[in-house]
């Protein structure tokens, strides 16, 4: 018995081991947002290679970066509600609705900072009945949020009685020009999401809440026993997936200087696309913000690059498909599922 | 007396009218290791069980540092440093071993923003402590990756982080190889050297005998042995009692069925 009496004496070495070297300990960190991006380059390479005169002028990148900014306000948020086990089909009605508010507050000829604070207070109230059904009805959130989404887009339709709101003085405030016009050819939008995703990825990987959203996103039984209110949770992350959309309905309320009443229905699919295409798992506890942003550029891009490549329109969807099977396929490999 | 840290005197627990334990008295003194051995139903997870406030005893006292408690509970048990360490579904794999020592009470400045730099120190400490270093994993490393006796690590790392004085590792070293059982009773022994207190439950006589100060046999729900380990020179002299108490029980059944026919 005397073989296992005692492991020996392990030394510590620090900072020798492998997880320690900091460009290694980065890029198993970020393995899933550093193959999303390989997966994008590779991309633009190959639609500049196809057709370099369209893919070196400037106004290609204008467009998609006028229309990214609103998907990216989705996508950061979506990726905590799939890390901590969830998935949301809600939030484009959602962005609808917080975006009706917004267009309300403005037609009534209040600034659009109000309308702004208006719709945001909508998202977050509208998130928080949807965790609150999802996670105390103790329902499958991908039915549950289905449902929510028929039904608040349907609400939408009956209020507005199907007609849209064009906001004509937008233009001249002092929100637009702060918000969403253009300083020396970037639309400013792409700059205040680019700060929405940075200020999710620290609040994913470097605040309690993120953490909090992990550990219930991988083991709940677990999270639970160390004293972690897991359905608080859980309702936090619908909550801060309204916050996102609202934003998300802003921004294209003021893009456009137009409500639509089926503003947010377009996005469901590319932004669910973006988060899993980024590197996000589907089975919950691991996430990349940064990941998902790429991936939100990835997917819009296939759509203008696949034209501007020369390829007739039909071969959008198709191509769409390919990449997002492509990226699972390559992210599969790439990362394991611990158990 | 002053070191004695759990009393538990003549505790029953009846379900209807089947006794799981019919009065037990359980002691864990001060930077010991408590083998506490028995078959599958000998009444060792009852007692463990009351022991961390899961399930309330039908009778009997509980005294914590020689003081009776009254309406004792799983809070109570946590506040009293006792921390139990169940098999599995302990930890969160996917994660950091940092992110598992401070899951529920993460190190966070205001506005509830993360130490990671003073986590990921305290989490070598802790780590230090219990001996749980190597060259091929850091406080960063994902929990997925490390065998099963290097999670049992994490486990216990998290349960001092919790100041507990007393850990109760339940069925530590059950699923693991030989080499694997070494590293988790190399942990033990820094947890006692530290002056913390360990009950070591287990049903494999050899795995409990190089561990524990003392061995508690329970059979149907009472105490059939204690002893110091100086008092048993061999493990083979457990094993022949726990062996005589199997064969009781196998003649007592065999004569129920006898009667039955």
Redesign the interface.
């Known amino acids: 018995m005397t073989g296992i009496s005692d492991a020996g004496e392990h030394t510590i070495a620090a900072g020798s081991h492998p997880a320690e070297r900091p460009l290694r300990r980065f890029i198993l960190d970020n393995r899933a947002s550093l193959g999303s991006l390989a997966v994008f380059l590779l991309m633009m390479t190959i639609f500049l290679i196809a057709n370099p005169r369209v893919f070196l002028t400037w106004n290609l990148y204008t467009s998609v970066l006028t229309t990214l900014p609103v998907a990216l306000f989705m996508v950061a948020p979506l990726v905590f509600i799939v890390a901590a086990g969830e998935i949301d089909l809600s939030f484009p009605a959602t962005m609808g609705f917080a975006g009706l508010a917004f267009a309300y507050v403005v037609q009534a000829g209040f600034d659009p900072f109000l309308g702004a604070l208006a719709a945001a207070l909508t998202g977050v109230v509208l998130g928080l009945l949807v965790g609150l059904l999802v996670v105390y009805g103790n329902l499958s959130s991908l039915v549950a949020t289905l449902g929510m989404n028929f039904m608040l887009r349907g609400l939408i339709l009956i209020i507005t009685q199907s007609k849209s709101i064009a906001l004509v003085t937008l233009g001249d405030s002092l929100a637009y020009r702060l918000l969403s016009s253009t300083v020396a050819g970037i639309p400013i939008q792409i700059v205040w999401a680019l700060a929405f995703v940075i200020f999710a990825a620290f609040l994913f990987n470097r605040h309690r809440f993120g953490a909090q959203v992990h550990v219930v996103g991988d083991n709940p039984d677990s999270a639970n026993e160390m004293g972690i209110d897991v359905r608080r949770v859980r309702v936090k992350v619908f909550a801060f997936m309204g916050f996102g959309a609202a934003l998300a309905g802003v921004f294209s309320t003021m893009i456009n200087f137009t409500w639509w009443p089926t503003s947010g229905d377009g996005y469901l699919l590319p932004v669910l696309a973006s988060v899993f295409v980024g590197g996000t798992p589907t089975w919950g506890g691991i996430g990349t913000i940064f990941g998902g942003a790429i991936g939100a550029l990835t997917v819009s891009f296939i759509q203008t690059g696949i034209v501007g490549a020369g390829l007739s329109g039909f071969y959008v969807q198709f191509f769409n498909g390919l990449i997002i099977i492509l990226s699972l396929l390559g992210h599969r490999w790439n990362q394991v599922r611990y158990r | 007396m002053a070191a004695r840290i759990v009393e538990l005197r003549n505790i029953t627990k009846s379900y209807g009218n089947v006794y799981a334990l019919g009065g037990v008295t359980f002691n864990v003194e001060k930077g010991e290791v408590v083998g506490l051995l028995g078959d599958n139903g000998a009444g060792k997870s009852t007692l463990i069980k009351i022991l961390s406030g899961v399930v309330r005893p039908t009778s009997g006292e509980i005294l914590i540092r020689g003081e009776p408690v009254a309406n004792w509970n799983a809070a109570r048990s946590r506040e009293a440093g006792i921390e139990t360490v169940f098999q599995d579904?302990?930890?969160?794999?996917?994660?950091s071993i940092v992110?598992?020592i401070?899951?529920?009470?993460?190190i966070?400045s205001r506005f509830?923003?993360?130490k990671?730099k003073e986590e990921t120190r305290e989490a070598h400490r802790l780590m230090?402590e219990i001996?749980?270093?190597?060259?091929?994993?850091?406080p960063?490393?994902?929990?997925?990756?490390l065998s099963g006796g290097e999670r049992q690590g994490v486990a216990i790392a998290r349960a001092i982080y919790k100041e507990a004085d007393v850990i109760v590792l339940d069925e530590p070293t059950t699923a693991l190889s030989?080499?694997e059982?070494?590293?988790v009773?190399?942990f033990i022994?820094q947890v006692r050297a530290s002056g913390r207190s360990i009950v070591f439950i287990g049903h494999n006589i050899?795995?409990v005998?190089?561990i524990a100060d003392r061995f508690v046999v329970m059979d149907r729900g009472k105490v059939a042995l204690e002893k110091a380990r100086s008092e048993v020179p061999r493990?083979e002299d457990l094993i022949e009692f726990m062996e005589g108490i199997a064969r009781l029980k196998h003649a007592g059944s065999l004569s129920d069925t006898g009667a039955a026919a």
């Open positions: 579904r302990a930890l969160a794999v996917q994660q992110r598992n401070f899951m529920g009470r993460e966070r509830g923003w993360l990671v230090r001996g749980f270093t190597s060259k091929v994993f850091s960063h490393s994902i929990v997925g990756q030989l080499t059982t070494a590293k009773f190399h022994r050899h795995h005998f190089d493990a």
